[in-house]
Nanobody, 116 residues
Framework: QVQLVESGGGLVQPGGSLKLSCATSGNIFIIQTMAWYRQGPGKERDLVAAITRDGSTDYADSVKGRFTISRNNAGNTVSLQMNSLKPEDTAVYYC??????????WGQGTQVTVSS
């Protein structure tokens, strides 16, 4: 079993910053990829950013240059630094990990609201 606990969401003004964190526990030794997804009102859940076991990263075009995904040395926490936030970034943000042979596990989600 693995647990994912997200934190760091909230209300921020346009142009502001937030940092999301996702702490994992349980069997984390075979994590292949850690990622952040988001789901806005009336929209599908889409990939925001991902980081692989070897440190390779991938970003949605809409967040390139504004968001940065990272993980700690222990490999059990993934963060998303979000700068220059826009109203269209408003969504519930979900952490997801993919473990070799065990598939995907999701966090419960954290709300990010960008509004003046």
């Amino acid at each position: 079993q693995v647990q994912l606990v997200e934190s760091g969401g909230g209300l921020v003004q346009p142009g502001g910053s937030l940092k999301l964190s996702c702490a994992t526990s349980g069997n984390i030794f075979i994590i292949q990829t850690m990622a952040w997804y988001r789901q806005g009102p009336g929209k599908e859940r889409d990939l925001v950013a991902a980081i692989t076991r070897d440190g390779s990263t991938d970003y949605a075009d809409s967040v390139k240059g504004r968001f940065t995904i990272s993980r700690n040395n222990a490999g059990n926490t993934v963060s998303l630094q979000m700068n220059s936030l826009k109203p269209e970034d408003t969504a519930v943000y979900y952490c997801k990990i993919t473990r070799i042979g065990l598939g995907d596990s999701w966090g419960q989600g954290t709300q990010v609201t960008v509004s003046s």
